[in-house]
């Protein structure tokens, strides 16, 4: 992605563990306390500018337009009538440069471009560029586009014979090891079933927007983007300028969740049209926009086969998924992802297929692959431990593997069976009945279990840090906070190697002037920009030490003053008129090689059936995880708990609709995409068990903010068998899937 810079010192890569870290022996205290967010005033107060709220001069409002066709070429478009309209400056079309896919992200290659052919229902072709936004909306409505149609296919159930592997990507689309289909056939116990879930969206709260402004040939954008360092590089390459002339600015986030890790089509649109005109151009999707075209989670359909011995130890373990997205697009669901790692069994088939249809990109959303492959996973041992008469717990624990069952090198850290046994512990697991045994008035109760897993990365990654006269510092780099606390825990980190309050260390993030970085994407941010902030500071550290005439073990560093040689010094006083600087920066190394690296954790859910209505209600959910040094308690438990009310929706609510004659999103909204309310979600518990990861990184931290969802909605469907004993296997369980099983009254 980039190069180390001049002052590579500490520009380490993870090649050799690393069991010494600053945050063990700084004494300010404060890196893992459950501060408040540095940023929340700003959020709270609405002072936190937005994409879509910089105050730019003389800026020109511009409106997307969206193909009402599934599949089409685009013969003409009546602009003329729509510029006529008072106070419509352009309307443009660039068949060529507009872009008909978001890019995935991370990478920097131009995303597919050329909308003359229409290859889903709400692909962008067009934007309409007003004074004011009211009357580019009008106009946008009114654009009329003359279409030639083609044969499109948008029915995934007719069509899913047609479903090809899958290419290698992250993961390999097939992977056999041993001989599957002889253990399978020999085991003792079977379980040969199928899950299914449906497609599913982002559903941020901030809509995808950008704004352009061209000064001197280089471009400027406002804009909602998680990975600015890569979207720049992905914008200038789509616009055929010099990656140097593009400058991406993401100061503030509202929500991503993989949907804004790449650029989306408002974007190049935005800047072609500011370039056209030569005055800014902005450009915010509507919410439907927002849900027909950018990304959505790819739907499953996941054959599980498990075979195992009387006594749960599985020999055979089979996880088949079908996925879908565009034609020629590379990008699938990594279903099996999780199930590589997690439990053992010599013998094993984990294969991807994928079927071409003209529905909206399918690409990354909040855990892509363990996030819905968990649910056929999880769900599936716990139909294996029915079959065997075994505690659903018990069953995990014999099938917890010593070492990586497929890659054979040992875990960096693994603590699924504690997570396991804390959780049961506080959740009072010995409580749990049989299927269908405890009623409370119309309820039927029960409990349910999952594990969770997300694997660990790490990406290249810098940031800058500066040591001020008056003793404050600051904290720069082009790492995004989208909602999660890099603001926080980076000042954090800061503040404890230099022994200085958090709030006199000030952060600026999101703006790619600034050292490059991997952004908020994949759990990676947290480790691998703070790793970059840790190296920056201990840089400044041993600076100041030089000044101080110590060695950098015998300086201590607390509330703004350098100790050392039996004299106390105020660290303004150590970095001269200029102030002490250093950049940081990290990569990854052999050890990601060497040591299989991931998270863990368990959920624990307790729902209620209303034996009438078929409603379910959850009542109570908890969540044990290890995912290395927890850098700020209260900002890692909201992550969890974020992700704990995500795996209720896939469990219970979201399902995007797509009609199967034009590939449509039906519900391309959040009054008809359902996303768990306030009233769905029950008060939330979390644990963390205390882990250090010496092989991930300096900061000794992992991923958090995709464990949280892993493995929790198979806990609420499982729980739901085990109030009812009626198994759902199709994703969402909604009440329609359970009425017509539950028991008379």
């Known amino acids: 992605m980039f190069g180390f810079g001049k002052d590579d010192k500490n520009a380490l890569t993870m090649n050799q563990p690393h069991p010494d870290s600053l945050l063990d022996t700084g004494v300010q205290g404060v890196i893992s306390k459950p501060l408040d967010r540095v940023d ?22 511009g409106v997307l337009v ?30 060529d440069t507009f872009i008909r896919n978001s890019q995935q992200g991370g990478e920097t290659s131009a995303p597919t471009q050329g909308v003359r052919t229409v290859d889903y229902f709400g692909e962008i072709i067009a934007i309409v560029v007003a004074e004011s936004f009211e009357v580019a909306r009008d106009a946008a409505k009114q654009l009329k586009v003359d279409y030639e149609p083609l044969d499109g296919t948008f029915d995934y159930e007719a069509n899913k014979g047609e479903a090809e592997p899958a290419p290698d990507g992250l993961i390999k689309g097939h992977y056999d090891q041993g001989d599957f289909d002889k253990a399978f056939e020999n085991a003792a116990v079977k379980v040969d079933v199928t899950y299914t879930t449906p497609s599913q969206n982002s559903a941020a709260m901030e809509p995808h927007a950008s704004i352009a402004v061209w000064e001197d040939g280089a471009l400027t954008l406002y804009g909602a983007y998680q990975m600015p360092t890569s979207d720049a590089q992905q914008l200038a390459k789509a616009l055929g300028v010099s990656a140097s002339k593009v400058r991406i600015i993401s100061r503030y986030i509202g929500g991503g969740f993989g949907s804004k890790l790449g650029i989306a089509p ?65 990008f699938f669901e990594p279903v099996g992802i999780g199930t590589h790692f997690l439990y053992g069994g010599e013998n094993r088939r984990i294969n991807h297929d994928v079927v071409r249809l003209n529905w909206t990109l399918s690409g990354s959303m909040r855990a892509p692959g363990e996030a819905v492959g968990m649910v056929g996973m999880e769900c599936a041992m716990d139909e294996l431990a029915e079959a065997i008469g075994m505690d659903p717990i018990a069953l995990r624990k014999v099938n917890d593997p010593e070492q990586d069952p497929e890659l054979k090198v040992p875990y960096s850290t693994r603590q699924l069976t504690r997570s396991l046994e804390e959780g049961a512990r506080h959740f009072g697991w010995d409580q749990r009945r049989k299927p269908g045994q405890r009623r409370e008035g119309d309820w039927l109760i029960g409990m349910g279990v999952a594990a969770a897993c997300r694997s660990n990365q790490l990406q290249q990654s810098a940031a800058k840090v500066e040591l001020h006269p008056d003793g404050s510092a600051t904290v720069s780099s082009a790492m995004t906070d989208i909602g999660t606390g890099s603001y926080t825990i980076m000042a954090q980190i800061a503040a404890e190697i230099l022994g200085l309050p958090v709030e006199r260390v000030t952060m600026a993030l999101g703006d790619t002037n600034d050292p490059p970085a991997a952004g908020s994407g994949g759990s990676w941010g947290a480790a691998s920009a703070g790793s970059a902030v840790y190296l920056a500071a201990e840089r400044v550290r041993e600076k100041l030490a030089k000044a101080m005439g110590v060695e950098p073990d015998a300086l201590t560093l607390k509330d703004g003053m350098a100790i050392g040689d039996n004299r106390s010094v105020p660290i303004g006083e150590l970095v001269g008129e200029k102030g002490l600087s250093a950049i940081g920066e990290i990569k990854p190394g052999a050890q990601e090689k060497q040591y299989s690296q991931a998270g863990y954790g368990a959920h624990f859910a307790e729902v209620g ?18 995912a290395g040094r927890v850098l700020n308690a209260k900002t890692a438990r909201s992550q969890c708990l974020g992700g704990m009310t995500f795996g209720i929706g896939t469990a219970l609510t979201e399902d995007l609709i797509h009609d199967p004659r034009t590939g449509k999103v039906v519900n391309h909204d959040l009054a008809e995409y359902h996303v768990p309310v306030n009233a769905d979600v029950p008060q939330l518990e979390v644990h963390f068990l205390d882990e250090r990861d010496i092989h991930a990184n300096p900061i000794h931290a992992k991923g958090i903010g995709e464990l949280g969802i892993s493995g929790a909605a198979p806990a609420v469907v499982n729980a739901i068998y085990n109030a009812t004993g009626v198994r759902v296997r199709e994703m969402p369980v909604t009440l329609d899937k359970l009425l017509d099983h539950l028991p008379a009254l």
């Not at 700003?42 to 879509?52: D, L, P, Q």
């Not at 020999?315 to 034609?327: D, K, M, Q, R």
């Open 40 to 61: 929340g005033p700003k959020k709270v107060t609405g002072t936190a500018t937005y994409a879509a709220e910089y105050a730019i001069e003389n800026v020109a409002h």
């Open 66 to 95: 969206s193909a009402t066709r599934g599949h089409a070429k685009i013969k003409t478009i009546d602009a003329d009538a729509v510029k006529a309209i008072p106070g419509v400056i352009d309307v443009i079309t660039d068949y």
């Open 266 to 330: 408002e974007s190049v649109a935005a800047a072609i049209a500011a370039k056209q005109l030569g005055r800014p151009v902005k450009a915010v999707m509507l919410r439907q926009q927002v849900f027909e075209a950018t990304v959505r989670r790819s739907n499953t359909e996941q054959r599980m086969r498990l075979g195992a011995e009387a006594g749960g130890r599985i020999v055979a373990l089979g996880h088949e998924s079908i996925t879908s997205n565009l034609p020629d697009e590379d």
């Open 609 to 626: 059936v209303n034996v009438i209505t078929g409603e379910v209600r959850v009542r109570r959910m908890l969540g044990v995880f290890a």
